[in-house]
């Protein structure tokens, strides 16, 4: 605020100039004069004071994810906000975490963090294509930016978070070349269109080239349980002869070995996930129709969320890439990986 004291002078001074045959009137208005005077520059000290203090102290994180449609970004959820806290408990770090069920949604919360002039914001992208331009805008506002899973399509991104995709297509592709002795035809349930989805895929059938290993079908469960269970129903219904099934997650794995039971199919050998939720090691540990999982932990956002408190008090990232191990995870080492109490 812009105190002009000067000008409250020059506007008193006009009014008595016009009175000047009335001293009262006058000697009232020198006091008034100096009253004014006094506040003005009071209210200009406790102005400028204020502008400079806490909140220009105060750090601040924005965190912005998607909603939680399904128990793997559910569980990414309750570990960014449990970081979150941990950070302003031990830093006082403040955050603002928003969720969006859609890439426009997400958009604008990104918009909101940006006008809220947050120190850095964690985001994963709901989609990467429709999100990279709004990862530029952060940038373009001198925002660091730390992406967790999903990559945005542009360099907007400081720090890159995220579990091994392509690894887990790999490992997969290997798994499906090894169990089935090279050949067969299988069935692709992949994810929403992103960076995850892309890799997974292109690691699976890149493992697989030399085979004779065929994917007869491969179609977006969207992530989610329910959705895979109405995809896998139709595919079963088009393909009477399918040796295995490929699935891009955990909770699309589940759906689709529901799909199986229902339609009392037996020709399917098995299912693998990715992700490591509770109920898959359980199906793996009770030698159900999934066999193997691959890790892609949900507590990666914590990683996100630490390098983002350590960006706002001034450190510079030691890495631009932190990439997760894509664990393969069996009967044979399901024990050392499940945990009874885990939310996912």
């Known amino acids: 605020m812009r105190c002009n004291v000067t000008g409250y002078k020059s506007r008193i001074r006009s009014v008595f100039s016009k009175n000047k045959g009335v001293k009262d009137l006058k000697k009232?208005?020198?006091s008034m004069l100096a009253f004014v005077t006094i506040f003005g520059l009071v209210a200009c000290s406790s102005d400028t004071g204020s502008s400079d203090s806490k909140e220009d102290d105060t750090l601040k994180i924005g965190i912005s994810l998607p909603s939680a449609t399904h128990g793997w970004m559910g569980a990414l959820i309750d570990s960014a906000e449990k970081q979150a806290k941990a950070l302003k408990e031990s830093d006082d770090i403040e955050y603002v975490m928003t969720n969006a069920a859609d890439p426009n949604k997400q958009a604008n919360d990104v918009d909101d963090l940006i006008a809220q002039d947050v120190d850095v914001i964690v985001m994963l992208p709901i989609e990467s294509a429709a999100l990279s331009p709004v990862g530029q805008k952060i940038k373009d506002a001198g925002i660091p930016l730390v992406i967790v899973d999903r990559e945005l399509e542009n360099d907007a991104a400081t720090v890159v978070v995220k579990g091994d995709n392509e690894g887990i297509g790999v490992n997969a592709g290997k798994y499906f070349v090894e169990k089935l002795e090279g050949k067969g035809k299988v069935v692709e349930i992949t994810g929403p269109p992103s960076s995850v989805t892309e890799q997974r895929g292109a690691g699976f059938k890149e493992a697989m080239e030399s085979s004779d290993i065929e994917v007869i079908a491969s179609q977006s469960g969207d992530f989610s349980t329910e959705k895979s269970l109405e995809v896998m129903q139709n595919i079963l219904q088009a393909n009477p002869q399918i040796d295995a099934v490929f699935t891009q997650d955990d909770g699309m794995a589940l759906g689709v070995i529901q799909?199986?039971?229902?339609?009392?199919?037996t020709d399917i050998q098995f299912v693998t996930g990715a992700g490591g939720g509770k109920?898959?090691?359980?199906?793996?540990?009770a030698d159900g129709l999934i066999s193997a999982t691959f890790l892609y932990s949900p507590t990666?956002?914590?990683?996100?969320?630490?390098i983002a408190g350590d960006i706002a008090k001034g450190t510079d990232p030691a890495e631009s890439m932190v990439v997760?191990?894509?664990?393969?995870?069996?009967?044979?080492n399901v024990d050392e990986f499940y945990d009874p109490d885990s939310k996912f």
């Open 259 to 265: 799909a199986i039971k229902e339609a009392g199919r």
């Open 300 to 306: 990666m956002v914590e990683d996100a969320v630490k």
């Open 324 to 332: 997760k191990e894509a664990t393969q995870v069996t009967n044979d």
């Open 28 to 30: 009232w208005l020198v």
């Open 279 to 285: 109920a898959v090691f359980e199906d793996i540990q």
